[in-house]
C-alpha cells in the first residue's frame, strides 16, 4: 500500500508557505521526499529517519512522527523554482532496503 | 560529476516485441533501483540491485527482469510488451541499500507501445 499525501495540489504566491503531508498504513524505517519538474527526473530533497535525524536539504524542513507514521514537508518562503510534483515515499522491505514505495504526489504550482 | 544516465531517451515499440533499456550509476554507486511512472503516478518500484545481486521485486510480472554488470550498470528487460508497459521507466543509484541512502534518479526512458 502506497503512502497517501494531502493536498492533492497547491497553489501560491511567491512568499507564502506550504505543508504536504504524508500518511502511511505501513510502518516506516524512513520517508523520503522528491520533487519533479515535468519531464525531469525526480530530485532528492531529504530523508527522515527513526529518532530524529534528517538528511538533505538545507532550505527545506520536515518531520517525521513515527507514532502515527505521518511525514510533513515544510516550505517557507516559495519561490518560483518550487514549482513541481513533490511525492513522499517509504522503504517496502525492511531496513536493509532501499526499494521505495511512494505516495500519488502533491503538485505544488507557485505565482509570481 | 556525471549523474545517473539512461538509454536511450525515448522508445517506440508494438505490442508482443521486446524492449532493453540502459542504466549507468554515479560512479562509487553501487546499488541501481528500477521504476515505472506511469502519467499522474507517484515512481512504482520494479527491481533492485546491489552487488549484482537482486535485492528486491516489486509487483510486476516475470515479463520484466534486469541485471547488473561487474561495473554496476544495469540493463532492464521486458519481454512480450502490452500497451499498459507505456511509461517512464527510471532508473536510481545509491551508494548501497540502507533506508537512509538518497536515491539520485536518471532522466528516465520513454517508452510508448502502440
Request: aromatic share 10%; net charge positive; proline share 5%.
Amino acid at each position: 500500500q502506497q503512502p497517501v499525501q494531502s493536498p492533492q495540489a497547491v497553489i501560491l504566491r511567491e512568499g507564502e508557505d506550504a505543508v504536504i503531508n504524508c500518511s502511511s498504513s505501513k510502518a516506516l524505517y524512513s520517508v523520503h521526499w522528491y520533487r519533479q519538474k515535468h519531464g525531469e527526473a525526480p530530485i532528492f530533497l531529504m530523508i527522515l529517519l527513526k529518532g530524529g535525524e534528517q538528511k538533505g536539504h538545507d532550505k527545506i524542513s520536515a518531520s517525521f512522527n513515527e507514532k502515527k507514521q505521518q511525514s510533513s514537508l515544510y516550505l517557507t518562503a516559495s519561490q518560483l523554482s518550487y514549482s513541481g510534483t513533490y511525492f513522499c515515499g517509504g522503504p517496502a522491505g525492511g531496513t536493509s532496503y532501499g526499494k521505495l514505495t511512494f505516495g500519488q504526489g502533491t503538485i505544488l504550482t507557485v505565482h509570481p | 560529476d556525471a549523474g545517473v544516465t539512461q538509454s536511450p531517451t525515448h522508445l517506440i515499440k508494438t505490442r508482443g516485441q521486446h524492449v532493453t533499456l540502459r542504466c549507468s550509476p554515479i560512479s562509487g554507486h553501487k546499488s541501481v533501483s528500477w521504476y515505472q511512472q506511469v502519467l499522474g503516478q507517484g515512481p512504482q518500484f520494479i527491481f533492485q540491485y546491489y552487488e549484482k545481486e537482486e535485492r528486491g521485486r516489486g509487483n510486476f510480472p516475470d515479463r520484466f527482469s534486469a541485471r547488473q554488470f561487474p561495473n554496476y550498470s544495469s540493463e532492464l528487460n521486458v519481454n512480450a510488451l502490452l500497451l499498459g508497459d507505456s511509461a517512464l521507466y527510471l532508473c536510481a543509484s545509491s551508494l548501497w541499500t540502507g533506508v537512509d541512502q538518497p536515491q539520485h534518479f536518471g532522466d528516465g526512458t520513454r517508452l510508448s507501445i502502440l
